[in-house]
């Protein structure tokens, strides 16, 4: 494993006097799949969202390619979020009135990517997650396990140094899991870092390394 892409140094959160987390120390190796496991309310997705800089901490400091985060600078925050993190969440939050092909282009389009090249780009990230032929689809004619892969191909949009995965299979059935774990386990082998929230142990056994939450605290 490479240097720490990601390093958070005596993160706290606390969300009206009460403690989510608590002094959490953690690096994200460059290339490593780390999966973070823990009980419902253990902090997990909270500190994901911190990890992935929708969130701030009350007290600590994030560290990104070695330089620490200025949660006061707005455009920063959005610079690295767009640019070089990737997201998937449990919902796969997909627009519906656009077709597949037009939500994985939409972060390109965002960022000023001529609207010819995005479209090329989405089309192979499509293909990469086995939809091939279903580009003009929208998601209410793709079943879950679908639009979740559309969800990946869209956060693969901007080729990200970091994916974020809150319960990425959290509704779908074990045939689609097995579909999404490979496309995971497949980016990680091609140098991708992932960082994984489940509260499926045998998910986080395919995994680098496996962090278990308690209470806020990391104690595993």
Request: charged residues 30%; negative net charge; without cysteine.
């Amino acid at each position: 494993m490479g240097k720490p892409l990601l390093s958070l140094r005596g993160i706290f959160r606390r969300i009206e006097g009460e403690e989510i987390l608590r002094g959490i120390d953690l690096d994200v190796r460059r290339g490593e799949f780390l999966s973070i496991v823990g009980a419902s309310g253990s902090g997990k997705s909270s500190l994901l969202y911190i990890m992935g800089l929708l969130d701030r901490p009350s007290e600590g400091e994030v560290l990104f390619e070695g330089r620490r985060v200025n949660f006061d600078r707005e455009e920063e925050i959005s610079e690295i979020r767009n640019r070089k993190l990737g997201f998937v969440f449990q919902f796969h939050y997909l627009l519906p009135e656009l077709t597949a092909l037009e939500n994985v282009m939409v972060p390109m389009l965002k960022l000023g990517i001529p609207r010819g090249e995005a479209s090329e780009r989405s089309a192979q990230l499509l293909e990469s997650v086995e939809l091939k032929g279903k580009e003009d689809r929208k998601p209410h004619q793709l079943s879950g396990g679908e639009q979740q892969r559309v969800a990946i191909a869209r956060a693969l949009a901007n080729d990200p140094l970091l994916i974020l995965a809150d319960e990425p299979t959290g509704n779908l059935d074990s045939k689609n899991t097995e579909v999404v774990m490979d496309i995971f386990t497949e980016l990680n082998r091609r140098g991708t870092t992932i960082v994984m929230v489940t509260h499926e142990e045998h998910l986080a056994m395919r995994t680098d390394r496996i962090i278990q939450m308690k209470d806020g605290r990391v104690v595993g």
